[in-house]
């Protein structure tokens, strides 16, 4: 079975501009939690979706959003982009809401 | 706020040894605890986890165990092996809150052979 799929796996974008990161999680997997990791430290949770609902929000500014889709696939979206918005994107799906979560490889998003 | 506490960033170990990945929390809210190992270029992958109403849990060579009075968890490896060398990171989450994974800041173990 697939595991956790992200993409793109790498991507540059400058100052100002916007960018879409997407997730398929693991087949019947209904939800999905976005993480931010910089160098050195733990991921940092963004949002978690269950059922194509917002179930939890993270201390990120509105810049960030995301969404779920029927096929509980997801993106996540930020706006404006910051120097500091420069990490791993990790996004990670759980069969149900109490169960482990499983990651994917990441999106490295580096910001010029 | 750091909730979730790994204050060794660093340990080293001989092949066959044990290995003892600490971690530390503040928050008693905290209801369950998992470990992940993560490599280079990889995502976190899931090793283990416990509840909160255990104070140990097995599985093949790697052991959780929870002492709540004082808030601390330990990950045992038996016997250490060169391709456990990662980066370990503790997590936890509480009921009703179970989609936000809170994680420790990661430990990274390498096993020497």
């Known amino acids: 079975d697939a595991g956790v799929t992200q993409s793109p796996t790498h991507l540059i974008k400058t100052r100002g501009q916007q960018v879409t990161l997407r997730c398929s999680p693991i087949s019947g997997h209904k939800s999905v939690s976005w993480y931010q990791q910089v160098l050195g430290q733990g991921p940092q949770f963004i949002f978690q979706y269950y059922e194509k609902e917002e179930r939890g929000r993270g201390n990120f500014p509105d810049r960030f959003s995301a969404r779920q889709f029927p096929n509980y696939s997801s993106e996540l979206n930020v706006n404006a982009l910051l120097l500091g918005d420069s990490a791993l994107y990790l996004c990670?799906?759980?069969?149900?809401?109490?169960?482990?979560?499983?990651f994917g490889d990441g999106t490295r998003l580096s910001i010029l | 706020d750091q909730q979730v506490k790994q204050n060794s960033p660093s340990l080293s170990v001989q092949e066959g040894r044990i290995s003892i990945l600490n971690c530390d929390y503040t928050?008693?809210?905290?209801?369950?605890f998992l470990w992940y190992k993560k490599y280079p270029a990889e995502g976190p992958t899931f090793l283990i986890s416990?509840?909160?109403?255990?104070d140990k849990n097995e599985d093949g060579r790697f052991t959780v165990f929870l002492n709540k009075s004082a808030k601390h968890l330990s990950l045992h490896i038996v016997p250490s092996q060169p391709g456990d060398s990662a980066v370990y990171f503790c997590?936890?989450?509480?009921?009703?809150?179970?989609?936000?994974?809170?994680f420790g800041q990661g430990t990274t173990l390498q096993v020497k052979p």
């Open positions: 928050n008693s809210m905290f209801d369950y």
């Open positions: 997590a936890a989450y509480y009921s009703g809150n179970t989609g936000k994974l809170i």
């Open positions: 416990i509840s909160s109403i255990k």
């Open positions: 990670a799906s759980s069969l149900e809401d109490y169960q482990p979560q499983h």
